[in-house]
């Protein structure tokens, strides 16, 4: 298969794409009354909508691959990233400074069709401590005990102004992610996340490695002062102050209805692995996810695990939960496992996670992002995403029979708008949420400035016309197939209705691809609820209905369906 192919080949024996493309430019329909709609040019009206069109409030991993609502639909999620790596590691509304994030940010994202961003926070802006790296009262040998780093009061200085960019994203219903970021550990190597004094590198200078930043992934003081992280051997107690740090953000956020979760952790790595080497790591990061008690088992065996005698019995997913009983915890693979690389993180008996996963290609430009081989980078990422569809299941649990539900928390960084053509076209065979890296650039040290989806002077990279399409946000029922043509502009979605859900499936048709064009909407064998314009499409099963098809397209509507070109 050439994987440049978008994805109506991929998945055309499993799902009838292609007689959906079909069907969407007006070839008859194969059964049940059909209802159109015209939306004529121009914005979104401003209309008053019934509560349960937006998705809102905790959602649920119950097992499988989807997220669930309050009424039980399927939610899907689309959104960015917006990192601040630099001081004072968060973004909020403050006029003139560079981590500046305000109301128009908010509102873009929602008008681009979005409904999630996964929102960078850092444990060195929470627990910034005191000291540099190589404190003996940290660093030494020994029994991990209390090293007395911890301010609550400027914790929830640093939390107050995270919840200001929460509501104001909640404001314009587009959920938040949270994520503690780090890359390459700590800014001694050129990255951020951990704190100065959380540094241990024994007898290893504290030196950056020249050239590109990302050579210290190789940077052996690194190594070092990861490796102390992932055993928590030190008496500081690195894993126990980083759980007290999101037991501290989990307790401020719980009742918070826009919070979709915790992401615990960003792109784990430690020394560049070998394959020899790689369940070893995983499972020393699966231990840090659960905890000394009940660490559960990796994908390829069957024995429970043994931590590391230092390791909190407790880990950072049980901490969360116990201080947020309502939130999701999305936890991440090792970072390799972005390019393709198999995931070993295994069965972890809790109620609420969500596999949470990186997709990048290796034949890229380091400076820009831009694939070097499109072809091969596209076929590097659908392989990653299949690897993970093939992989979820393996971490079912008690709590979690189907496995947990799973999404892709970053891919991107590129202006090709090919590649992620493809890559959002794989991921909607796949029923996979994302979220783009990233908004805007805010002085990367770790990116580059043609990453983002806003350019300095505000206007939208080439990548925007893909990522601001159609998808059903919400469905009453179970997703079928789903295709957006990014040329055309037109959107297929398929559905089996639930009986049992009453609430409508919502289709997020944002407005600003139609705005010159108008658009139609055609349903057969349901109903559209919402008015004609609206950037939230409702729609309902006709009674005895065992399949809803939905079409958007540009243009008017003719007696069969979408103008030609839809």
Request: net charge negative; aromatic share 10%; glycine share 8%.
């Amino acid at each position: 298969m050439n994987p440049l192919q978008p994805r109506r080949v991929l998945v055309a024996v499993a799902l009838g794409a292609l007689a959906l493309v079909l069907a969407a430019c007006g070839s008859p329909a194969p059964s049940g009354e059909v209802r159109q709609q015209y939306a004529p040019p121009g914005p979104a009206p401003a209309v008053a909508l019934p509560a349960d069109a937006t998705v809102s409030g905790a959602l649920a991993s119950p097992g499988g691959p989807y997220l669930v609502d309050r009424y039980g639909r399927v939610v899907i999620l689309h959104g960015v990233n917006a990192v601040e790596k630099r001081p004072p590691f968060e973004l909020y509304p403050s006029p003139g400074s560079p981590w500046n994030f305000t109301a128009h940010d908010a509102e873009h994202i929602a008008a681009l069709g979005f409904n999630v961003v996964r929102l960078g926070i850092t444990w060195q802006g929470l627990e910034p401590g005191t000291g540099g790296p190589n404190q003996l009262a940290v660093c030494s040998p020994g029994a991990p005990r209390n090293p007395h780093m911890f301010d609550p009061a400027l914790a929830r200085a640093y939390l107050a102004k995270v919840a200001r960019t929460v509501a104001l994203l909640g404001r314009y219903h587009v959920y938040t992610l949270l994520d503690m970021h780090q890359d390459v550990y700590n800014q001694a190597f050129r990255g951020e996340g951990a704190p100065a004094w959380a540094v241990c590198t024994g007898n290893q200078p504290v030196v950056a490695l020249p050239g590109r930043w990302s050579r210290n992934y190789r940077n052996g003081a690194l190594d070092v002062a990861v490796a102390h992280f992932w055993s928590n051997d030190v008496t500081g107690d690195l894993q126990g102050q980083y759980d007290l740090v999101w037991a501290t953000v989990a307790r401020y956020f719980a009742d918070n209805p826009w919070i979709v979760g915790y992401d615990p952790y960003n792109e784990p790595f430690e020394e560049e692995l070998v394959d020899s080497d790689a369940h070893l790591f995983a499972g020393l990061l699966q231990c840090f996810y659960t905890g000394r008690r009940h660490p559960g088992s990796l994908a390829d065996a069957t024995d429970p695990l043994t931590c590391p005698s230092g390791d909190p019995d407790q880990g950072v997913v049980p901490t969360i939960e116990r201080a947020d009983p309502h939130h999701l915890v999305f936890i991440e693979p090792d970072i390799y496992s972005s390019r393709g690389r198999p995931n070993l993180l295994g069965s972890m008996d809790f109620p609420r996670l969500v596999l949470n996963f990186h997709s990048y290609c290796g034949a890229r430009s380091p400076v820009t992002g831009n694939p070097t081989d499109l072809a091969a980078c596209a076929a590097q990422q659908q392989a990653t995403l299949q690897r993970r569809a093939e992989e979820r299941p393996l971490l079912a649990s008690r709590a979690q029979p189907g496995g947990p539900a799973w999404f892709m928390s970053e891919f991107g960084a590129t202006q090709s708008a090919p590649l992620v053509d493809h890559v959002t076209d794989v991921a909607a065979a796949l029923d996979l949420g994302w979220a783009y890296w990233q908004w805007k650039y805010y002085d990367d040290p770790t990116g580059s400035s043609a990453e983002p989806l806003v350019e300095a002077d505000g206007s939208l990279a080439p990548t925007a016309a893909v990522l601001s399409q159609p998808y059903a946000q919400a469905i009453a029922g179970t997703p079928v197939s789903s295709a957006f043509d990014a040329v055309s502009g037109a959107f297929t979605f398929v559905y089996t209705p639930d009986r049992r859900v009453t609430a409508p499936t919502v289709i997020a048709v944002p407005r600003s691809r139609y705005v010159r064009s108008g658009s139609c909407t055609r349903v057969e064998s349901g109903r559209i609820l919402s008015p004609a314009g609206s950037s939230l499409l409702l729609v309902a099963p006709d009674r005895f209905a065992t399949s809803v098809q939905v079409v958007v397209a540009p243009g008017r509507c003719t007696a069969r369906g979408p103008a030609a070109g839809g």
